[in-house]
């Protein structure tokens, strides 16, 4: 069993040689468990709404930006715009707000969405087992959902109104997910906002106990460091590059079959560098404003968060080649059953 000093002392050894045999521990076991392969994915933003108001995120509810919900025919130009970059991934991402985005329109989104792209996850507001059933038999194979911290002062204080504030639907959101039928499900916190120790024993001690309660899904994680918004700080405790790092091989070394996502938000030296080390997926050529793709020009975008990778996705998938990485557009193709 993981203890809290385990990680604290990983965290806290600043020995090169011990961050060195960790990492190598770490790569070799994602190239057991992984090869070279890494999957491409790409979000887009359908909806900017939000209810929740959450101090660290430039969506909240008190935030004075232009609020926008993608029509079915702007969602059209937006896939339209990724899928010719050949993405197949697709992550779709709302503020969260049930009333601007009930499961009926995210519905409609995955149906358009499946016109474009081989696999579709979802980052929205948590729901009801019977919602996601409804979502899985409409063809999304994933949800990612991050409790942001497991503090929960900590998450109490920056979690100040709105269904975000319900620590405990949360918290249980994953278990919601796995009853639904859904076979990929992400867990993350959100690095910067609490103890980081603290938040990682929690967040392993929640993936183990799925693990075991649901062994038929597929888990990843996300390790997201808080980012600047309109170039404002929120963090309170800043997760600097060497400790982002040693949390992403601790995690392989603990758990070396789940995989490990790092987003755009990371610059592109870092990716480069943790690609290496244990990560499995990532995004590319991103946009974080709704409708950014195809829709707004940059000046009147609205980012939920900055982007530090700005490559494309040709490029990541050149600089993928070049150092003798498989990137990975689509891992499986749905079976049509009539074919069978
Ligand atoms: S983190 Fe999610 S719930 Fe919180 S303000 Fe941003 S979009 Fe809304």
Known sequence: MITLSEIQNTLDN???????QLAQKAQSLTEQYFGRTISLYAPIYLSNYCSSHCTYCGFNSHNRIERMKLTAEQMHKEMAHVAQTGIENILLLTGESYKATPPSYLKEAVYIA???FTSISLEVHPMDTDEYHELFLSGVDGIAIYQET??????AEVHLSGKKKDYDYRCTTPQRIAQSGIRQISMGILLGLSTPAEDLLAL???LRTMEKDYPGVEYSLSFPRLRKIKGEAYALSPIDDITLIKIICLTRTLFPRVGINLSTRENAALRDHAIKLGITRISAGSNTSVGGYDLKDSKDQDPQFDIADTRSVEDMIQYLKHENFDPILTDWRPVETENV
Request: charged fraction near 30%.
């Open 150 to 155: 497991y503090d929960r002062n900590r998450y």
């Open 204 to 206: 392993y001690t929640h």
């Open 14 to 20: 600043s020995d090169p040689a011990f961050t060195e």
């Open 114 to 116: 499946k016109q474009y």
